[in-house]
């Protein structure tokens, strides 16, 4: 038996995330939102439906699967079948004030780790966990280390004056993670504008402003790589993974205004499906940010990570071309220009996705040379 499910998350502002749980109707175990496969409509799109009737949440529901869990689905007869569930990221933009099942279940919002434990299923629980890991802990020994070794330093006077010079390391990463957030922030926006409906300005100026306020760090970054005697990686590392973030914010802005220009207010399902993949590329590149600080605990995690970001574009490229080609056969019968406004804005989203596959590249290549 083969089903459906929804993951819904929230991302807050100080970065932390949490995983919306409910309970079965039947013996009140905490659950994510699932069903039964609908006939002509794609898996996430099922899996959103099942979200809303379930618990009344709505958002942008990511076309590529996290994976499956099996569980023993009981009939009213008491026979058991297996099911096999494949879970899709939804990342929630609302609450509804009704909803079809409201009343039946309890709804709950957990921390990641807390919500892997709620659930029964092994596979699920890894599924959950996996989502969103923390960085890991070096240890009490290596953090003695590093604390005797900051002590020798302000024991050893040339020592002590060479120290002063040393940049401060975490500005750099600060500054990786205040990007990340804009990303985040600027797909959030554009997968909201291409679901259309009255608020569209109000997406494309909040892209615009989440761009310039890239524009801002990548401005800081530069200026303090010029300045600044010893960095944490080497100066192209640094320029480099910084310049793709920029320009993955940077082609979201240019999708936005290209929205505008031509003064589009519909979006096809393969639009609409990109930008959910540049939502779920965005919170892996956010996620991945804080493990650069510890290369050689985190690699394992930042791998998986990187790994998952290609396969997204990989998928990215799959619904470009779909797209095009029904837009194409759309046009042949239509009008024409339909066609040309709608490649540019594919294109767009096709090179939002394309570097973001280069920030898996410039992460690869620094836990190579790092780690």
């Known amino acids: 038996m083969r089903q459906i499910a929804a993951l ?38 099922a899996a959103e439906l099942e979200a809303f009737e379930e618990a009344g949440i709505h958002g942008i529901a990511c076309p590529a699967s996290l994976g499956r869990y099996s569980y023993d689905k009981r009939k009213r007869n008491g026979a058991a079948r297996e099911a096999s569930v494949e879970v899709f990221p939804l990342a929630v933009t609302g609450q509804l004030s009704q909803w079809p099942e409201q009343g039946q279940r309890e709804l709950r919002w957990f921390p990641v780790a807390e919500a892997a434990r709620a659930v029964a299923e092994p596979d699920l629980q890894a599924i959950i966990a996996a989502f969103r890991k923390p960085p890991r802990d070096p240890g009490r020994f290596v953090r003695m280390l590093l604390w005797f070794k900051d002590k020798q330093s302000e024991r050893t006077g040339m020592l002590a004056w ?33 679901k259309g409906g009255p608020d569209m300005m109000v997406h494309i100026k909040e892209i615009s402003d989440r761009e310039h306020e890239a524009d801002d760090i990548i401005r800081d970054v ?31 802005n240019q ?39 510890s290369l050689n605990l985190n690699a394992t995690r930042l791998h998986d990570l990187t790994e998952r970001l290609v396969k997204l574009e990989g998928h990215a490229d799959i619904l470009h071309e779909a797209g095009l080609k029904t837009l194409y056969a759309a046009a042949r019968e239509g009008n024409p220009m339909d066609f040309v406004v709608g490649r540019e804005i594919y294109s767009h989203l096709e090179k939002v996705t394309d570097r973001f596959e280069d920030v898996a590249n410039q992460i690869s290549g620094l836990v190579i040379d790092h780690a």
């Open 162 to 194: 060479f120290h002063a010079l040393m940049p401060k390391q975490g500005r750099f990463f600060e500054q990786f993670e205040n990007h990340a957030a804009t990303l985040v922030a600027g797909a959030d926006a554009l997968a909201r504008l291409l």
């Open 255 to 293: 999708t936005a205004k290209a929205i505008a220009l031509y003064e589009v207010k519909t979006f096809p399902p393969q639009m609409q499906d990109m930008s959910a993949l540049i939502v779920e590329c965005a919170r892996l590149a956010a996620e991945a940010m804080p493990l650069l600080r």
């Open 222 to 252: 530069l200026q303090d790589v010029r300045r600044i005697f010893v960095t944490p990686f080497d100066r192209s590392a640094i320029t480099g993974l910084i310049g793709v973030m920029d320009d993955a914010i940077d082609q979201m």
């Open 8 to 45: 819904p998350y929230a991302t807050h502002a100080d970065g932390s995330m949490q995983i919306l749980l409910i309970t079965s109707r039947d013996t009140r175990r905490w659950v994510i939102p699932k069903g039964n496969r609908i006939k002509g409509l794609a898996g996430h799109r």
